[in-house]
């Protein structure tokens, strides 16, 4: 999380065949802090792969960061030292973005990430920002695909009103600037501390370890818009 929200806002982001990424924090009834409301409704400018990203947690390995536009760069790690001593070498006060560029360019593999995301039209049919998530959570009990009933199940364990907040976050985050969503996430995080989802979630996680979370809704369909608001006012 720490290095994500680090790493996410920065022009250039290197991945490595040991790097991992997710945003997990529906599973222990938080929100996508660190800037996600931002970075997340901006994955490859396609806020499908944000949302779905951000309720499900999907995790991302090695190349699939670069697919899904998480990182900028590949580089396998045993040529990480010659990058570094090439960015040491060469990169003064007065070297331009472009010429920082060529030098990760260089180091890097061209050819990661290029393959197509996979179940890319269903995260595009089934995550719509322009809906609500009750619509989400509605089309994928319609849908009888194999990935709609790996998703439903995933989303199932993940705490309801976690979910619904992170889908307004989210959409809220597409048109505020980085300033604006820190302020919002900080709020957010008030919020949850009021809350008992967010304890409950790390009780049943990282403490007791049973993994089974007694949430306060049964599922998505349960959460009122009315409570989601609460959070944001």
Sequence with gaps: GGGVGVSCHAPIRVATEKTVYAMP???????????????LSRVKNNISLGLYLGLTGFRLKAEDLVQWGVATHYVT???????????????????????????????????????PIEN??????????????????NALLQSDTEFAKKT??????????????????IKRG?????KSVFEMEYKLSQGFMDHTEFFEGV??????????????????????????EWFFN
């Design 152 to 169: 439903l199940k995933k989303l199932n364990f993940m705490s309801p009103l976690s979910c619904a907040i992170v889908f307004e976050q």
């Design 77 to 115: 790690t045993d040529k990480l030292e010659t990058l570094r001593q090439d960015l040491i070498h060469n990169v003064t006060e007065s070297s331009s973005d472009e010429q920082i560029l060529e030098i990760v360019n260089a180091h890097s593999d061209a050819s990661a990430g290029q393959a």
């Design 25 to 39: 924090e529906t599973g222990i009834g938080f929100f996508t802090d660190v800037g996600g409301s931002y970075f």
């Design 203 to 228: 009780r049943a996680l990282l403490v007791d370890k049973d993994k089974s979370p007694q949430w306060k809704h049964k599922t998505i369909l349960d959460v009122g818009q009315d409570e989601v």
């Design 174 to 178: 597409a048109s505020m600037d980085l």
């Design 120 to 137: 890319l039209d269903q995260i595009n049919d089934i995550f719509r920002a322009e809906g609500s998530l009750h619509d989400v959570y």
